[in-house]
């Protein structure tokens, strides 16, 4: 039995521990078999020596990420949970994941191990393909890319396109004219421009077509060059769109693609081209696929835990059904 009293004077505790001891919880959640207790700036962890060890060594690092950055994420504590330095990844929380400053100053970076890959494979690569679940900011990461790049003059201008295929609804039946139909599906790319252009300056970037964002089919007989292209919820491109995409790309283009593979809301007859792009074109060199995960979730809490649920679901079902196969 070991125990262990750690001082935290110089930080804040509601900060360290989280409103309701959110943090400290997810310390606890992560060492079942060693308690905690807090005592005004006082920590005691008492248990396993090894254990207490480990904990002690992630608290300091929660403390050390606190003093360092002046604050501390309940997304930063998690990660920090299963297992994640951040002061010794290649490009740490500390050093070079600032991806940009955006409006008011607001640091926009990567939060995630693999948010962190797929800046590196966006630097190393042409086309890079990015492919996780919902809320793990593949998004929000290639548009803060792609925006770095037109301010450091890498490119003269941003292509931002989607398909406008959301949960079978079809443009025809929505109400008003051709933008209005489909600017829904593109707001998404506009909330994350809001964030890192002031408005001015975005206005005059729409106007004079510097940032174009616009629908997959106004792509086609295109050719796309000088310009960092985002297309996003590829999931929802068939394989003769995927094709017709990256064969506009120019020489001096550079491309990220999205999708969730999860999340196909195409005709249940027609099959999703992401992930044969992915297959047909892993060993090109100059293209990179990077996976991201429920872990990567920078959202609610809850939304990792819903989504390792229906993970489980699935598997379970592709399990069934390939025994149910192997019966036949």
């Known amino acids: 039995m070991?125990?262990?009293?750690?001082?935290?004077e110089g930080v804040d505790p509601l900060q360290?521990?989280?409103?309701?001891d959110i943090k400290l919880n997810l310390l606890?959640?992560?060492?079942?078999?060693?308690?905690f207790t807090s005592r005004g700036q006082n920590l005691k962890i008492s248990g396993d020596k090894k254990l207490t060890q480990k904990a002690k060594s992630r608290f300091e690092l929660m403390v050390r990420m606190l003093k360092e950055h002046k604050e501390l994420?309940?997304?930063?504590?998690e990660d920090l949970m299963n297992g994640e330095n951040p002061f010794e990844s290649r490009i740490s929380a500390?050093?070079?994941?600032?991806?940009?400053y955006g409006r008011e100053g607001k640091q926009i970076k990567a939060k995630t191990q693999n948010q962190r890959k797929l800046i590196r494979a966006s630097e190393e690569?042409?086309?890079?393909?990015a492919v996780g679940p919902a809320g793990t900011g593949k998004t929000y990461t290639a548009v803060a890319l792609a925006v770095r790049a037109l301010k450091n003059k890498q490119v003269r201008k941003i292509i931002?396109?989607?398909?406008?295929?959301?949960a079978?609804?079809?443009?025809?039946?929505?109400?008003?004219?051709?933008?209005?139909?489909?600017?829904?599906y593109l707001r998404p790319l506009y909330d994350a421009l809001d964030d890192m252009i002031p408005a001015e300056k975005l206005n005059q970037f729409m106007t004079t077509r510097v940032i174009e964002i616009a629908p997959l089919a106004f792509m086609r007989g295109r050719t796309l060059d000088n310009a960092f292209i985002i297309l996003d919820e590829a999931q929802n491109c068939s394989t003769m769109q995927i094709k017709m995409f990256l064969t506009r790309l120019g020489p001096s283009a550079q491309c990220i693609i999205t999708g969730d593979l999860s999340q196909i809301d195409l005709p249940f007859h027609q099959k999703s081209g992401l992930k044969r792009a992915i297959d047909l074109l892993r060993d090109l060199e100059g293209i990179e696929s990077v996976y991201l995960t429920a872990e990567d979730v920078v959202r609610h809490r809850l939304v990792k835990e819903i989504i390792k649920r229906y993970e489980k679901s699935d598997e379970r079902m592709r399990r069934k059904q390939a025994a149910a196969e192997e019966e036949e």
Request: aromatic share 6%; hydrophobic share 40%.
């Open 2 to 8: 070991s125990e262990i009293i750690l001082n935290v």
């Open 16 to 20: 360290l521990y989280g409103e309701n």
């Open 28 to 35: 606890r959640k992560a060492f079942p078999d060693v308690t």
């Open 73 to 77: 994420s309940v997304q930063v504590v």
């Open 94 to 100: 500390h050093e070079g994941s600032t991806i940009l």
């Open 125 to 129: 690569n042409d086309i890079v393909f």
């Open 160 to 166: 931002l396109t989607r398909p406008a295929v959301e």
């Open 168 to 184: 079978g609804e079809s443009l025809g039946f929505l109400p008003g004219d051709l933008k209005e139909k489909i600017d829904p």
